[in-house]
Structures are given as C-alpha cells and as structure tokens.
C-alpha cells in the first residue's frame, strides 16, 4: 500500500535553533518527493520537490536529503525563526496525471522565543 | 508573482443546502486540481482537470461535480450539503499534469 509517514508528529524548538524532520515512503513507482509548508488555514506552498536522482536541495535555510534506495527523506530547518512555525507535509508522487500524490499527515513544528 | 485564487475564502451554509466553490489558477496554468481537508487531516483529492478535461477523479461524492472552463478556472459544485462537508477545500494549479502544484489558499466551508 502506498503510504507516507513523517516523524515526529509534532516539534517543539527554540528561535535559532537547527531541527530535522523525517519523511519516510513506501510509494512505487516513484516519480518525485516535495516538501511543503503549511500555515494553518493556508493552502500548502512548497519548499523543495527532489527527482530519484537527486540526493539534496536547498531553499535558503531548507534543505532537503533524499535516499531512493532506503525510501527517505529529511528536511533540514537551520537557525529557526518563529515564521518557521507550521506544518511541514511531505508528499510523494507516483506519476501519472494527478501526479498519484501520496500526503503525509505532517510534522507540526513550533518555535518559541 | 500571481498565485492560485479561490473565492469565496470562508463559507456558511446550512445541510441540504448548494455551494460554487471557484479556482483561478496561475496564468497558463492548464491543470487545475481539488482537495478536501479535514481538520487534522491531510489533503484528500477529489477531482483534477487538464486542458478542460477531467483528468482523474479521487474521492469525490456522487453530490459533487466540477467543471473547468475555457479560461481556465474551476468550478467545484456542492449540493445535499451534510455536516460532514464541512472542512477547508483547496484548488492547486500546474503547468501541466505532474508537474509541481501551486495551491491556493482554500475556502473555508462551515456546514451548521
């Protein structure tokens, strides 16, 4: 069964802090891995999306790893700032016209002053 | 840069009752795509559309339809609202079908 699961389900940290969020699937076949960021009632905007072939991708202070072969992920938060508070969804294609997108439930991450 | 609009951003509406839920999706996006988010929950898909086509279909119910038009934008149609419709329902828009979607920032449907 194709699934998504993220780890933890929740993060607490504090403002300026480093935090790494796992993302782990079992989706086949596999076209692509995004990462996106979720304000609460928001809609999801994305951070890094990542082919089998690429291993990391950065965007500013995100940055994405990716090992096809084990089947995970991790985002990277570097010197977290409180606007980093949010969900962090990870989400796996598996090709095909709506992209077979597979959600995960998200690491719901807090930073505190 | 010009994103994914939808309107209306909240909505009331009593059970029985119909709601349009509109989408314009981001200038020669062709692919428009809708989901349903319930509280606590990841997005669940409904429906996709392609150069006006229904593209692929998810779990939307038989009360739901939608349609995309010559310019573009969408159009979810809700009737028989049940208290169970109520969540925030998003449209994302790409250029093309699995290419990245852009999302919206979802209408908020309260059913009383």
């Known amino acids: 069964k194709n699934q998504v699961e993220q780890s933890p389900q929740s993060l607490i940290i504090l403002e300026g802090k480093n935090c790494t969020l796992q993302?782990?699937?079992?989706?086949?076949?596999?076209?692509?891995l995004r990462w996106y960021k979720q304000d609460t009632g928001r809609g999801p905007v994305s951070l890094t999306i990542m082919t089998f072939s690429e291993n990391t991708k950065s965007n500013g202070r995100y940055t994405a790893t990716l090992d096809a072969d084990t089947k995970q992920s991790s985002l990277h938060i570097t010197a977290s700032q409180l606007s980093d508070s949010a969900s962090y969804i990870c989400?796996?294609?598996?090709?095909?016209?709506?992209?077979?997108?597979?959600f995960g439930k998200g690491t719901k991450l807090s930073v505190k002053p | 840069a010009a994103g994914v609009i939808q309107s209306p951003r909240h909505l009331i509406k009593e059970k029985r009752e119909t709601a349009t839920l509109k989408c314009y999706p981001i200038p020669r996006h062709d692919t428009v795509y809708w989901y349903q988010q319930g509280p606590g929950q990841d997005p669940q898909f409904l429906i996709s559309?392609?150069?006006?086509?229904?593209?692929d279909k998810g779990s939307i119910p038989d009360r739901f339809s939608a349609q995309q038009f010559s310019d573009y934008h969408s159009e979810l149609n809700m009737s028989s609202l049940e208290l169970g419709d109520s969540a925030l329902y998003f449209c994302?828009?790409?250029?093309?079908?699995?290419?990245?979607?852009?999302f919206g920032d979802g209408t908020r449907l309260s059913i009383l």
């Open positions: 559309f392609y150069e006006k086509m229904q593209s």
């Open positions: 989400v796996v294609s598996g090709g095909g016209s709506q992209g077979n997108l597979i």
């Open positions: 993302c782990n699937y079992t989706v086949s076949p596999f076209s692509n």
């Open positions: 994302a828009s790409s250029p093309g079908p699995d290419q990245p979607q852009h």
